[in-house]
């Protein structure tokens, strides 16, 4: 599968078969993760692969109860936990380098994520992005230390069905030239 195959193709897939993930997928996705651009290479991620049934569920229960994704925790075979180490991306020497301090380890794990996603969809499997969850709830689930924050929260399995493509913008009703709304060309 090229490129943009994939990146048109990838849906979040929020109903999944009982079909066990093979290491070798985890292994090929956490490589794709692993070669994602971060801040100054601080490479900030950290993944858990979660495939206890208890665990899944009390993860479930940090979601919102309007969130369509709770079932995938319980069909996944597997919900990855994406997190990150505080105080790293956008730091230099321990301070931050700029004004938005540790939103750079959102935006560097996002990257990885992403490419993570692509790298399941290319081998057939599914994810969903999950974001509307009690974070803090999902770290003393997992006991996370103080160090580390949950980004994210993943269902990853074979999809029970296809996803469709929701409508896109085009592209020249999102990209300006020079200043913010001059949609002509440069």
Same mark, same amino acid.
Request: with cysteine; aromatic share 10%.
């Given at each position: 599968?090229?490129? %943009?195959?994939? /990146?048109? =193709?990838?849906?979040? /897939? ?14 090929? %996705? $956490? ?15 950290? $993944?858990? +692969? +979660? ?11 940090? &979601? ?13 075979? /597997? ?14 020497? =321990? ?27 290319? %081998?057939? &499997?599914?994810?969903?992005?999950? =974001? ?8 003393? +689930? ?13 269902? &990853? ?5 296809? =996803? ?10 999102? +990209? ?11």
């Amino acid at each position: 599968m090229d490129l %943009i195959e994939a /990146i048109k =193709g990838r849906r979040s /897939i929020r109903n999944y078969t009982d079909e066990p993930v093979t290491d070798d997928d985890l292994a090929f %996705i $956490f490589e794709a993760a692993r070669w994602a651009p971060s801040w100054a290479n601080t490479q900030c991620w950290e $993944f858990i +692969v +979660v495939k206890d049934p208890e665990t899944k569920e009390k993860l479930a229960a940090t &979601l919102t109860t309007k969130n369509p994704a709770k079932k995938a925790f319980t069909q996944a075979p /597997i919900v990855l936990v994406a997190c990150a180490v505080k105080g790293k991306s956008g730091y230099y020497d =321990g301070n931050p380098a700029t004004d938005r301090g540790d939103n750079w380890l959102m935006f560097d794990t996002a990257i990885a994520i992403h490419n993570l996603m692509l790298a399941a969809h290319s %081998i057939g &499997l599914g994810t969903v992005h999950v =974001g509307l969850f009690d974070f803090k709830a999902a770290e003393r +689930v997992l006991d996370l230390p103080d160090e580390y924050t949950v980004v994210e929260l993943i269902p &990853l399995g074979h999809p029970a069905k296809e =996803g469709k493509a929701p409508p896109r913008r085009e592209v020249t009703a999102f +990209v300006s030239y020079e200043k913010l709304g001059n949609r002509g060309e440069a």
